[in-house]
């Protein structure tokens, strides 16, 4: 199979950008889109973490800083972590698979461009009488009804988010399952592909599940219904159960993705392909199910029966399994590789061993009966933080560093990207993991204010925060520096990585794989285990 | 082969699969407005009951 290997890009800002339904310019789209909420989710981070310097109230009032977390998770959850890996999957999974676009190019652009107009209904809120939204990522009734007229944003919002997320997974479904090049089976995929495939039935699953939830808060606030008011015979734990039955596999659709990116690192830079594939892919499938069954270990502490407390805390220890699996194989690729340590792989051993932290502090809290001290204290903040940005994002880092050279056709400078990466992993240690410390000690979340016996931790954790922040920056000027110019990338540009995206030139061209065929197998990055 | 009729060959698997895939997309669709209209309906009999 070849490809093509004119660039027919469309003229003009409007018709390349605004009516694309190029794979690659929407996968571009999203990967900017997401950093610039990463950079205004990290900017409420930093008002969080600069009031927390110090015990006492120094910088924002209270609200301001509860309306801080609550708009920092969710820029982050929606509008970062979950786009920037749409965009990965919109520049590569039709690489990956042989395929000349998505299934599906005009609802392609149609997703992406939701987003915008959904965050700036959010982020308006900030400028209305009463505020953004205040009462936590988690949107649980009563708190959030007491809000002033955000709660109709907020919901329009997470509206626009979900038909988005979901349009764009029902558009990776229908081209993983139908336009892989006529000789590529599915157990041929990259493991990137097929984490998105189990990722995308994930958000078909969950996502309407929370459009219910949220449209059912917005009837209570402004058509007089009760669902969630136990004044008016409803059930606020109810809202919990399904937030949560939506909230738990959420987790995995920000981390499934990862899995995938750092199971494509490892072995092109271990030099050794992929031991287990296809546990690999079992695994993922097992975690994906688990995630529909443990919703309620967030919840131990509303109360449940006895029965229900054992089944939560059992189920979710059994994620620890699929999990242990994916790490032992990862250490398995490596284990007697010709391993070399360039940035996206060092991202990936970061990976690794600080989302196996934030995987043990995971099974600490499983338990229910200890898990009644950790819950809502810093000790909980610390865990998500660890799976989620020394995991989720990192991840994303690694691959931006790995696929840069196919998007831009320039090599990044490896002397700022190792910089970067020191920078970026001593400080989200410093930032995050003083935090386990103030948990075990008592220190509730949310809260602007605390007790002068939990200063010290707080002022370090304040300072990696603050690091951590500019270390982003940084990776802005690098980024910026590689697309602009630098060393030309070679098609395959670390050599011997495996997988059909090395197969077409650096830059990619805009249209690639026009011509249908068979590939050839060996060239795919798991196409010689089979 | 003749180059025009492995073009045409081409456009037409490509069209094809994208046929195949919009029926897909469908199936998709309705699952996910069924799944949001299930929760509604799940807090509703929670209501009745």
């Known amino acids: 199979m070849g490809h093509d290997s004119h660039d027919h890009k469309p003229k003009g800002f409007v018709n390349r950008w605004l009516m694309t339904t190029n794979h690659k310019d929407i996968g571009t789209l999203y990967l900017v889109f997401a950093f610039a909420m990463f950079i205004t989710g990290g900017a409420m981070a930093m008002i969080i973490r600069l009031e927390l310097f110090q015990p006492g109230l120094q910088f924002v009032e209270p609200d301001f800083f509860n309306q801080m977390t609550t708009m920092h998770a969710l820029i982050m959850v929606f509008g970062a972590v979950m786009p920037a890996f749409v965009g990965l999957a919109n520049w590569m999974i039709p690489m990956m698979i042989g395929a000349p676009d998505m299934a599906l190019p005009r609802m392609n652009n149609w997703s992406f461009w939701i987003l915008p107009f959904a965050f700036a209904l959010l982020g308006s809120t900030l400028f209305m009488d009463g505020g953004a939204p205040a009462g936590g990522w988690t949107m649980y009734p009563p708190l959030v009804l007491q809000g002033g007229k955000n709660v109709a944003y907020l919901v ?23 336009m892989r090049a006529p000789n590529v089976g599915y157990l041929n995929m990259p493991l990137f592909v097929w984490t998105w495939l189990i990722t995308a039935f994930l958000l078909i699953a969950v996502m309407p599940v929370l459009a219910g939830a949220v449209t059912m808060l917005l009837t209570d606030r402004y058509f007089g219904t009760s669902f969630f008011n136990a004044a008016g015979g409803g059930d606020p734990v109810l809202f919990q159960h399904i937030f949560w039955f939506f909230g738990h596999p959420e987790v995995y659709i ?45 919840m131990f502490s509303v109360g449940m029966p006895l029965g229900g407390e054992l089944y939560f805390m059992y189920a979710t220890m059994m ?22 340590f360039e940035t996206p792989m060092l991202f990936s051993l970061a990976f690794v061993v600080l989302f196996t932290i934030g995987g043990f502090s995971g099974v600490m809290m499983a338990l229910a009966p200890v898990d009644l001290q950790y819950h809502d204290t810093y000790f909980i903040v610390a865990h998500f933080h660890y799976v989620l940005v020394p995991g989720a994002i990192f991840a994303i880092i690694a691959a931006a560093y790995y696929w840069l050279p196919k998007w831009s056709g320039h090599m990044y400078s490896e002397r700022l990207g190792k910089i970067h990466f020191w920078w970026s992993t001593i400080s989200v240690n410093v930032l ?8 075990l000690a008592g220190m509730p979340r949310r809260i602007p204010d605390y007790s002068t016996q939990f200063a010290e931790f707080n002022m370090m954790s304040s300072i990696g925060g603050f690091a951590f922040g500019l270390a982003q920056v940084f990776f802005i000027y690098i980024v910026v520096k590689t697309v602009r110019g630098g060393k030309k ?7 011997d990585a495996k997988g059909l995206e090395w197969t077409v030139p650096s830059p990619a061209p805009h249209h690639t794989f026009d011509e249908f065929g068979p ?9 010689e285990v089979h | 082969m003749d180059n025009g009729k492995q073009q045409k060959e081409t456009r037409d698997h490509w069209h094809a699969q994208r046929k195949k895939a919009r029926k897909t997309a469908l199936i998709l669709g309705v699952l996910a407005l069924a799944l949001a209209a299930w929760s509604v309906f799940v807090v509703l009999q929670k209501a009745a009951g």
Do not use: C
């Open chain 1, 432 to 439: 995050f993991f003083p935090q386990h410390f103030l948990g």
């Open chain 1, 489 to 495: 990338a070679e098609a395959n540009a670390w050599g």
């Open chain 1, 319 to 340: 994620i620890a399994v699929p999990t242990g699996v994916k790490i032992f194989n990862w250490v398995a690729t490596m284990w007697k590789g010709a391993m070399t």
């Open chain 1, 254 to 298: 920000m981390i499934l993705p990862s899995f995938g990116v750092v199971s494509e690192i490892i072995p092109t830079f271990a030099r050794k392909p992929l031991f287990g594939y296809v546990s690999m892919v079992y695994a993922t499938a097992g975690i994906a199910f688990l995630s529909f069954i443990v919703w309620a270990h967030h």
């Open chain 1, 519 to 527: 590939v050839d197998l060996k060239k795919m990055a798991h196409g």
């Open chain 1, 156 to 178: 329009f919002a997470v509206h626009l988010m979900g038909i988005s997320s979901i349009m764009g997974a029902i558009n990776v479904i229908a081209t993983i399952m139908n």
